[in-house]
């Protein structure tokens, strides 16, 4: 069982996510509160696996109970403002949920919780943290990024390849090309190194997804991508590492 704190200033909102949470098998509610101060005691007694916490509150803000939590407990943000999902998932939140919140969405966000806290939970006691971090999944791993006039998931999985242009980039997918206002740099450190690599001034490309390396040139489906000389001799490094 995945035990649960609920947190939100409002009776309402806390009376549903009882009611959510009494519906699925595998989450246990230990306690639905108004007052953020009690809720961050409980989090860090450690006592508790997953908090579905509100945003906008008026002692401690979701965001400022988030930052001193300091990742004791894995946490799925839930607000009627859209605007501060970015800021959550830079600190690390499960999901985001917009209120009024729908059961299957609901329901949705706490599969996803089951599948990042299950493993930590069965996990041998003298196993160390970067080792249970290492058994998280890469395949449910996922960045927000601003794109047009919305927030968009997406899932580091399905990246090919990653295309600077001065101020913008572009992701590039197998199903689609998402245009955000970013620098190569930022996203270089957000994307996980042992997955994704810097090639060239203008390129990241995803290591699981090169097809054929020639000369200075990597093949990534139809798309040809230049290796820079600044970038070749550690890209080669991590190629033969791997037994190429």
Same mark, same amino acid.
């Given at each position: 069982m995945i035990r649960c704190l609920v947190v939100d200033d409002e009776p309402l909102a806390l009376n549903i996510l009882e009611d959510y949470i009494s519906k699925v098998p595998f989450l246990e509610l230990v306690k639905a509160t108004t007052n953020p101060i009690e809720a961050l005691t409980k989090v860090q007694d450690g006592n508790i696996d997953l908090v579905f916490l509100d945003v906008q509150m008026p002692e401690l803000? $979701?965001?400022?109970?988030? @930052?001193?939590?300091?990742? @004791?407990?894995?946490?799925?943000?839930?607000?009627? /403002?859209?605007?501060?999902?970015?800021?959550?998932?830079?600190? #690390?939140?499960?999901? /985001?949920?917009? @209120?009024? +919140?729908?059961? #299957?969405?609901?329901?949705?966000?706490?599969?996803?919780?089951? $599948? *990042? +806290? @299950?493993?930590?939970?069965?996990?041998?006691?003298?196993?160390?943290?970067?080792?249970?971090?290492?058994?998280?999944d890469f395949m449910s791993d996922f960045i927000f990024v601003k794109s047009e006039h919305k927030i968009q998931k997406v899932y580091l999985h399905d990246i090919l390849f990653i295309e600077g242009l001065k101020d913008y980039i572009s992701i590039f997918t197998d199903g689609e090309r998402i245009i955000t206002l970013q620098n190569m740099k930022k996203m270089e450190d957000t994307l996980p190194e042992k997955h994704f690599i810097r090639v060239h001034k203008s390129y990241i490309v995803a290591l699981n997804k090169i097809d054929s390396?020639?000369?200075?040139? *990597?093949?990534? $489906? #139809?798309?040809? *991508?230049?290796? $820079?000389?600044?970038y070749r001799d550690d890209f080669f490094k991590i190629i033969d590492g791997k037994n190429v």
């Open positions: 803000t $979701g965001i400022q109970f988030l @930052k001193i939590a300091n990742g @004791k407990t894995k946490v799925i943000l839930t607000t009627a /403002y859209p605007q501060y999902a970015l800021e959550g998932y830079e600190l #690390d939140v499960v999901d /985001y949920l917009l @209120k009024p +919140i729908a059961f #299957d969405r609901f329901y949705k966000a706490a599969q996803k919780a089951q $599948g *990042i +806290i @299950k493993p930590a939970l069965s996990a041998p006691a003298e196993q160390t943290p970067h080792v249970q971090q290492q058994q998280q390396i020639e000369r200075s040139r *990597i093949r990534i $489906g #139809d798309k040809i *991508i230049p290796i $820079g000389d600044t």
